[in-house]
């Protein structure tokens, strides 16, 4: 299956009919629910930013954020079912990057989330519980200037969103 690209293209885009944003990316990759293909969308994420020449203080921050939302999507939304797809939407401009990772399950019940509680998991409990999984969200929450989640369409998402210029994650 080719599975890398499917658009990816240079564009401006109305947001909100008050303000435009000029989008220098704004690409879309979709790939089966499969460890090691988000290895693949980070290569072709760091080209795109490599190529546009921003965010270069930011980039490990965002390879790491979007690859953990990529493995959440396949494991835990698409249940490594390679006939799920997971889809990996990136929009950058001058000011900030927003990455949408979309998955064919349910997701969680998002609007019960607690974010403040998630930020208290410190390291050293973590490293002692019996299974000392699931440090995405945290690890989302922690690098990204915002993290959200929604359903579009039949779909899941995590949005996560580095503004230019800003050093410090979203917690």
Known sequence: MNSYILKMGLRSERRCQ???????????????????????????????????GLYADRL???????????????????GLDPGRLVRVQAR???????YRVLDEGGGFPFEAWDAAKLAETTCSRKLYEDNPRGWGLKLM?????RVGFGREAGSFYTEIEFRNGSLTGGL
């Open 18 to 52: 008050v303000a435009e944003e000029r989008w220098i990316v704004d690409a879309e990759w979709i790939v089966p629910s499969e460890f090691g293909q988000e290895k693949r969308i980070s290569a072709r994420l760091t080209a795109c930013l490599d190529a546009c």
């Open 60 to 78: 490990d921050d965002m390879i790491t954020a979007v690859t953990e939302a990529i493995l959440n999507a396949s494991e835990h939304g698409n």
């Open 92 to 98: 950058i401009s001058e000011e900030r990057a927003v």
């Open 141 to 145: 929450l922690l690098l990204a200037d």
